[in-house]
């Protein structure tokens, strides 16, 4: 039982460049999430699957789009690549969507673009 | 919308002292608070929560009290280890206006304990 996996773990990037991020998870859970996580802000939501079909934009999406494949892979495309999105970005799956339900997060995917 | 504020660290510790972090927030209505952990090289894990006024969450030895009256989520423990080391990041639930319920985290603090 692996958890949440991300692929890969570094990356770096020229501006305008693009690159998908991959989420799997092997826990069978409905809901996967997008974050990024910038020194001094915390983690912000950039996307999320409340279930298997469905997507929805978080509070910072601008720049980002996702595919939820199947249920258990969720991945982040960054079209063209901005210095703005240098970051360490994470995947989290709950068994359904809502606070009550614990997020599990992957080890994060560090991106540095140029 | 609502809101977390942390306290900046680092919190620089020796082995076996007493750990508070504090944690205050911002809120409509009665959200559920939530203390999550870093370890280096990894992603966050849920350390303890508590979902209403007066509700203690505690795990691994960490503790931490809603106080509604003050807004407060502090985390404390009596003992920390150097295998405590980490940031530790302080978070609520924040119902949106299109009723998705997400998490809204605040800055994290570091924690670095020394034998």
């Known amino acids: 039982n692996a958890g949440v996996t991300q692929t890969p773990k570094f990356q770096v990037l020229k501006t305008g460049q693009s690159m998908t991020l991959q989420c799997a998870q092997d826990?069978?859970?409905?809901?996967m999430y997008w974050y990024r996580q910038d020194p001094g802000m915390g983690l912000r939501l950039i996307y999320y699957s409340a279930s298997e079909g469905t997507t929805d934009k978080g509070e910072v999406p601008n720049g980002y789009n996702v595919s939820r494949l199947n249920k258990r892979e969720f991945s982040l495309r960054l079209e063209s690549a901005a210095p703005s999105q240098t970051s360490v970005y994470f995947c989290?799956?709950?068994?359904?969507?809502?606070?009550?339900?614990?997020?599990?997060f992957g080890p994060g995917t560090r991106l540095t673009v140029t | 919308g609502n809101s977390v504020t942390q306290m900046e660290g680092p919190v620089t510790l020796s082995e076996e002292a007493f750990l508070t972090i504090n944690c205050t927030y911002t809120?409509?209505?009665?959200?559920?608070l939530f203390w999550y952990v870093q370890y280096p090289g990894e992603g966050l894990q849920l350390l303890l929560k508590a979902t209403k006024a007066d509700d203690k969450g505690s795990n691994k030895g960490f503790e931490a009290t809603y106080r509604k009256e003050t807004t407060s989520f502090h985390l404390e423990k009596g003992s920390v280890q150097v295998s405590d080391s980490a940031v530790y990041f302080c978070?609520?639930?924040?119902?949106?206006?299109?009723?998705?319920?997400?998490?809204?985290f605040g800055t994290g603090t570091r924690l670095l304990v020394s034998p």
């Open positions: 978070a609520l639930s924040d119902l949106g206006n299109t009723g998705f319920q997400k998490l809204v």
């Open positions: 989290a799956s709950s068994l359904e969507q809502g606070v009550s339900y614990e997020q599990y």
């Open positions: 809120a409509t209505g009665y959200p559920s």
């Open positions: 826990m069978n859970h409905n809901s």
